[in-house]
């Protein structure tokens, strides 16, 4: 089983919709949980850190669920800026992040 | 600011030829990563370092090598390239493991 794994996607939403991402991880003693976002061909940057009461930053909302081993985002009112891969990132050990594949989101007019 | 930066952006290599990617950042970060990601795939670690003089494989360190004799430097070596080496690489840093600043990227094809 893979360390992380997330939806194979691609999701292909109108705008304003609503998508929710999810993501398992294999290792229960995970210690921090990320989202990260990555445009075509560019690095990847920070969407938001995800904690176990879950939080929002405006139209995102992340939530983990320890027992199930399972993290999620949703995206409220889907924006054409919107579009990217999403990437689900997990310190299994001390300070290695660990990637899933991604799933990619393309917002449509 | 300048943050991670990496050079070249852009490299093509012959089968057996060597290069080192440079990898430098300014934020006085300890830990230091080196990723591949190959198309439509996640990104995969190299080596990593957690400071100066320390460093340690990931999950894909063979035909690779890394040395980490600043805080701000972490060079990443390859000997003898291959094709399966074609990929996108990223340095990337971090100071409490909170957040990771990548750096923009070497795309590398190996001919």
């Known amino acids: 089983r893979k360390e992380v794994e997330q939806d194979p996607g691609p999701f292909n939403v109108p705008e304003g919709a609503t998508v929710a991402f999810n993501c398992t991880y294999s290792?229960?003693?995970?210690?921090?949980f990320f989202w990260y976002r990555q445009d075509c061909r560019k690095e990847p940057k920070l969407l938001m850190s995800v904690y176990s009461s879950g939080n929002e930053d405006g139209r995102f909302t992340a939530q983990l669920n320890r027992a199930s081993q399972y993290i999620s985002l949703l995206i409220r009112d889907s924006k054409l800026s919107d579009s990217a891969t999403y990437l689900c990132v997990v310190t299994p050990y001390g300070q290695n992040f660990v990637f899933g594949p991604g799933t990619r989101l393309s917002v449509l007019p | 600011n300048a943050g991670v930066t990496q050079t070249p952006k852009f490299r093509i290599l012959k089968i057996g030829q060597s290069m080192t990617l440079q990898c430098t950042q300014d934020m006085n970060h300890n830990y230091m990563y080196w990723y591949r990601q190959d198309p439509g795939m996640g990104l995969k670690l190299i080596y990593y370092s957690v400071g100066a003089g320390i460093t340690d494989k990931g999950e894909v360190p063979n035909g690779y090598n890394v040395s980490r004799s600043t805080t701000e430097d972490f060079p990443l070596r390859l000997e003898l390239a291959a094709p399966s080496q074609t990929s996108v690489y990223f340095c990337a840093s971090s100071s409490t493991g909170e957040k990771l600043f990548f750096g923009s990227g070497t795309q590398l094809s190996v001919l």
């Open positions: 290792n229960s003693a995970s210690q921090s």
